[in-house]
T-cell receptor, first 114, second 113 residues
Framework: DTAVSQTPKYLVTQMGNDKSIKCEQN?????MYWYKQDSKKFLKIMFS???????INETVPNRFSPKSPDKAHLNLHINSLELGDSAVYFC?????????????FGDGTRLSIL | AQSVTQLDSQVPVFEEAPVELRCNYS??????LFWYVQYPNQGLQLLLK??????LVKGINGFEAEFNKSQTSFHLRKPSVHISDTAEYFC???????????FGQGTRLTINP
């Protein structure tokens, strides 16, 4: 059973479109994250939720909106996609919200903007 | 503000040779330190972590790392690498009490037969 699963694995779309990426974890963790990994492999946190509440909201364009319907799910919706949004987006989860907690990552969603 | 520097973007080594991947961090407070590994087309997996206590930390797959507070370093080592160790390795740091990790830019480890 996959611990942190993201869908879709690949997403190719046109500039200006709106798209969503879904993430689910079956580890019973309270905290979930979205990261962006750029073409140079640099990994940066975007958002974090603890038990459905937003706890980390980095400097991200407001075209990006996370939603956590329950603590096992954290989705990412992106409006008006731009070329610079092309990246791999990783979802992760951890038992709690402290940074000492080990994070478990999904396999990523590779987003390509044409 | 904390930052992480991985001094080598690529490290090629021969199979069964030892390897060291270097990581330095900057922070004004006590920190937690992590090494993660990313195999091709996969997410990151935790290799090992330093939270407190012994400065020599052992992880999975035969890796270990040593926390050196005076040099603000957390270098990763393995005495004998295998082809299967080919991957991207990320060092990460967090201030104790903080909620987020800051990642280094990664070191690509390539093992040659």
């Amino acid at each position: 059973d996959t611990a942190v699963s993201q869908t879709p694995k690949y997403l190719v779309t046109q500039m200006g479109n709106d798209k969503s990426i879904k993430c689910e974890q079956n580890l019973g963790h309270d905290t979930m994250y979205w990261y962006k990994q750029d073409s140079k492999k640099f990994l940066k946190i975007m958002f974090s939720y603890n038990n459905k509440e937003l706890i980390i909201n980095e400097t991200v364009p407001n075209r990006f909106s996370p939603k956590s319907p329950d603590k096992a799910h954290l989705n990412l919706h992106i409006n008006s996609l731009e070329l610079g949004d092309s990246a791999v987006y990783f979802c992760a989860s951890s038992p709690g919200q402290g940074a000492n907690q080990p994070q478990h990552f999904g396999d990523g969603t590779r987003l390509s903007i044409l | 503000a904390q930052s992480v520097t991985q001094l080598d973007s690529q490290v090629p080594v021969f199979e069964e040779a030892p390897v060291e991947l270097r990581c330095n961090y900057s922070s004004s407070v006590s920190v937690y330190l992590f090494w993660y590994v990313q195999y091709p087309n996969q997410g990151l997996q935790l290799l090992l972590k330093y939270l407190s206590g012994s400065t020599l930390v052992k992880g999975i797959n035969g890796f270990e790392a040593e926390f050196n507070k005076s040099q603000t370093s957390f270098h990763l080592r393995k005495p004998s690498v295998h082809i299967s160790d080919t991957a991207e390795y990320f060092c990460a740091v967090s201030d104790q009490g903080a909620q987020k990790l800051v990642f280094g830019q990664g070191t690509r480890l390539t093992i040659n037969p």
